[in-house]
């Protein structure tokens, strides 16, 4: 059963489950229009993703997007929606406080322009790093971070430091009013009920994978 529904202002809800699912729709829709092809079913779909055709339509749903029977959907028009839906037709800027190997990782991917995130400036509290290049942005003090988000009027915030640190940069971005923290950090922020924090554990992802891949060895005798 998914739960965790979600509702953005003239949108359907949609599971946190499905809002996962829709940027691998994503990607597979543009394949799919790349290849050649303007229409595409949920079963296609479904087939392709090893997902149900049903929760595929159930998904889709969401952008407010139907497919039409025996036909299915047109690829450009669920591509825009899917979009739309995620906010991705519509560049955010973001700021990073962390410049280590992960952050450093984090500035150089060049996907996230595609998914609407585009990061513009980079903080750290190591004065070995402070005013050096990552990809193109000038390290600055962390000390400036609430300042300058609250002047640029930067929304989005993005913490790749250590656990100790991560509570405190949150508490600069809160205050420069950064409302929407992706936490790279193994640690629980504590910010207004105003602030959205999405978590993302490496060591947790690391913990499931160690585990199934020994369940599987288990299995085949290795």
Same mark, same amino acid.
């Given at each position: 059963?998914?739960?965790?529904?979600?509702?953005?202002?003239?949108?359907?809800?949609?599971?946190?489950?499905?809002?996962?699912?829709?940027?691998?729709?994503?990607?597979?829709?543009?394949?799919?229009?790349?290849?050649?092809?303007?229409?595409?079913?949920?079963?296609?779909?479904?087939?392709?993703?090893?997902?149900?055709?049903?929760?595929?339509?159930?998904?889709?749903?969401?952008?407010?997007?139907?497919?039409?029977?025996?036909?299915?959907? *047109? /690829?450009?028009?669920? $591509?825009? %929606? =899917?979009? !739309? @839906?995620?906010?991705?037709?519509? #560049?955010?800027?973001?700021?990073?406080?962390?410049?280590?190997?992960?952050?450093?990782?984090?500035?150089?991917?060049?996907?996230?322009?595609?998914?609407?995130?585009?990061?513009?400036?980079?903080?750290?509290?190591?004065?070995?790093?402070?005013?050096?290049?990552?990809?193109?942005?000038?390290?600055?003090?962390?000390?400036?971070?609430?300042?300058?988000?609250?002047?640029?009027?930067?929304?989005?915030?993005?913490?790749?430091?250590?656990?100790?640190?991560?509570?405190?940069?949150?508490?600069? *971005? /809160?205050?420069?009013? $950064?409302? %929407? =923290?992706? !936490? @790279?950090?193994?640690?629980?922020? #504590?910010?207004?009920?105003?602030?959205?924090?999405?978590?993302?554990?490496?060591?947790?992802?690391?913990?499931?994978?160690?585990?199934?891949?020994?369940?599987?060895?288990?299995?085949?005798?290795?």
């Amino acid at each position: 059963m998914e739960v965790d529904a979600v509702e953005a202002t003239g949108q359907k809800s949609a599971s946190i489950q499905t809002i996962r699912r829709l940027p691998a729709y994503l990607v597979l829709l543009r394949k799919v229009l790349h290849g050649g092809r303007d229409v595409v079913s949920s079963a296609t779909i479904g087939s392709m993703l090893q997902l149900d055709a049903i929760q595929v339509r159930k998904d889709l749903a969401v952008t407010g997007i139907e497919g039409k029977p025996k036909v299915g959907y *047109m /690829v450009t028009e669920l $591509i825009e %929606a =899917i979009e !739309n @839906f995620l906010g991705w037709d519509n #560049t955010k800027e973001a700021f990073i406080a962390g410049v280590g190997n992960l952050g450093r990782a984090i500035i150089g991917y060049p996907g996230f322009a595609k998914h609407g995130v585009r990061i513009i400036a980079a903080f750290d509290d190591d004065k070995q790093i402070i005013g050096k290049d990552a990809s193109g942005l000038e390290v600055l003090p962390i000390g400036k971070l609430s300042e300058l988000a609250e002047r640029m009027h930067v929304r989005i915030g993005i913490i790749a430091a250590p656990a100790d640190a991560a509570q405190s940069i949150a508490d600069s *971005m /809160v205050e420069g009013g $950064i409302r %929407a =923290i992706w !936490n @790279f950090a193994p640690v629980k922020l #504590t910010v207004p009920t105003t602030v959205i924090v999405q978590d993302e554990d490496l060591a947790q992802g690391l913990a499931v994978l160690s585990y199934k891949l020994g369940q599987i060895s288990k299995e085949v005798g290795v």
